[in-house]
């Protein structure tokens, strides 16, 4: 089963949601995490340990001088401005290539190949007893964070039951963390501000097929509007976890509170009974 | 006029919450831009008046025309993001993946598929009690979020007939939106809060916003949750030479406030709007703002 | 020589525009007999990268120098690696102005590091 973790806006506790999910399975089963929020990785914090890394190449154009007449074609062609074909030479912008090979396609001199670029890593660690812990990492300035995030989710693949953490937002790197998960749970904020970008992110998981739960975090008990949203929309609310100092400080020192805080081992069990339930 | 940024190295730090109050108890002639298009939510803090609503054609993308297909399936052989799918017995692009390569349509032997402009999302302009707002909505899927700040950024400059203050409520993170934020920008506010990845975030962000020469400051949000954390951020900010221009208390009338779509520095008196209060006497004052 | 201005709109007496690959014209002028060319940038709208195509457009008309009031990172390695020289012109006159004022030696060039 592969549950992803996602959410509209930044800072509702998805990563702490991921972690405390993650941890409490452990447990008493065989259970990966896959951090997906590859320009800042964080699920790591909760789980420090010694991790095997290995980088993350895309395809990227090489030109051959011998054949190439400058022609211009692959700089013409390229959407990304990866290629600049100048009076003696092709100049290669490697950060800014997304790999769709176009580039080999065009050249009428057969002059462009592609040759691997490392553009990250992904890092892989057992933390705890049956945790595996898997985290993509994006170089910085690097635009191909879907790239980590399939090689990260790769490593992942045959485990039983897989937890991705996405990234904020609804952009082009959570819709690939969330493609291919069995059931999302969505962390929302019990604001204003997380019931707007709640709507946002529960339209998408719809758009792509992939029932949906929801997580209220932070929760000042008066949460009626988002509530009412949920219902509106069939989405069950699988957890409140409430606004409150105690888990604030338990949070921001990297810790968890299915570990310290009694009580919360029991719940972040009915979240995942709550969340299998709503897969098709 | 002076343009200030609100930024922040990680979502969830109070960036938003930051820059309405500063917007509400600003003082000065105003105009305000909100960058963070991804999750645009200054507006629920002011009740704005919506003057104009344009669509934003973005990211090109691919359309396969029916008519035209000859269903031999090449483009899909070709397309290296898993955009062309099979539905309703045809070859169909699947906008949510599709990057705007063109390769499909290199490789058509028809000529049915082609590159369109998508409509990617919307960029409206509104009037509040406390200056025009130009804001913008990005459609789910849509790559590159940096044009649609620019846009943002180009309405607001539009309305700033006899401003002083270019507010913008930036976007988290360090990628191409804040890029586009940042650039022209004299000032930019780092909101952070002392959690366990705080000083790995401000340094990233630090070291983007050295390469356009903006002046730096930072305000520490929720201070008071891990003291130790904020001590390590006021260290490095006196390294870095960074003034921290205020520091914010937990504070549960904050979220009371946003609740009832106001900002905290807007109502009943509290710690957090003191805080704020003197924050943006310090911040102004660096900037030469009254 | 052949050198291009950014412009807001064809032809020499059009305003310089200050962005290098999103300017909306590039008029190139050949020095030697005095001929200009407009050209209508197709970039202008593009998502990104508009940088390094930007660039090829200059090489592929023969310029060795541009005329412009600021040029991003990506453009400054394309055009240094191809050899072309950046001068910065802020004010508010035509392409002409910008030309006469090149030619004149007032102009500071931009660097391209």
Known sequence: MKIAIASGKGGTGKTMVAANLGFTLALSREAALVDCDVEEPNLHLFFPAQALTAPVTTPVPEIDPDRCTLCGECGKFCRFGALSVLKDRVLVFPHLCHSCGGCTLVCPQGAVREVPRTIGRVACSSPIPRL?????????????????????????????????????????????????????????????????DLRLAAEVAEKMGIPAGVVINRSDGRDEETLAFCRERGLPVLMTIPFSREIAAVQNRGGLICRDLPGWEERFLALFDGIAGVVA | MIRLAVVSGKGGTGKTMVAAALADISGVPQVLADCDVDAANLELLFEPRRITTEEYLGLEAARIDPAVCRDCGICADHCRFGAIVRRNDAWEVDPLHCEGCAVCTYVCPTGAARMEPRPSGEIYTSATDRGSLAHARLFPGSGNSGLLVTEVKKRAESLADGADLLLADGPPGIGCPLIATVGGMDAVLIVTEPGVSALHDIERLVTVCRRFGVRIFAAINRFDLAEDIRARIEDYCRR???VVAGEIPFDPMVIDAVRNGRPVTRGAASPAADALRALRNTLFAELGLS | ????????????????????????????????????????????????????????MFSERGATAAITGQVGGNAARALKEGGIKVYAYRGTGSVADALADCTAGKLQPIPLL
């Open chain 1, 132 to 196: 595996t812990l898997v985290s993509g990492v994006l170089n910085e300035g690097e635009v191909q964070a879907p790239a980590v995030i399939r090689a990260a989710k790769a490593l992942s693949k045959a485990h039983p039951l897989t937890i991705y953490d996405a990234s904020p937002g609804t952009a082009c790197p959570v819709i690939e963390t969330i493609d291919g998960s069995d059931a999302c749970i969505l962390v929302t904020e019990s604001t204003p501000f997380g019931l707007h």
């Open chain 2, 240 to 242: 870095e030479e960074i």
């Open chain 3, 1 to 56: 020589m052949i050198v291009g201005i950014t412009a807001r709109a064809p032809g020499t007496s059009a305003p310089v525009e200050q962005r290098f690959a999103r300017a909306p014209y590039f008029v190139f002028v050949d020095t030697e007999t005095g001929k200009a060319e407009s050209v209508e940038n197709p970039l202008v709208n593009a998502v990104g990268g508009v940088g390094p195509r930007a660039v090829q």
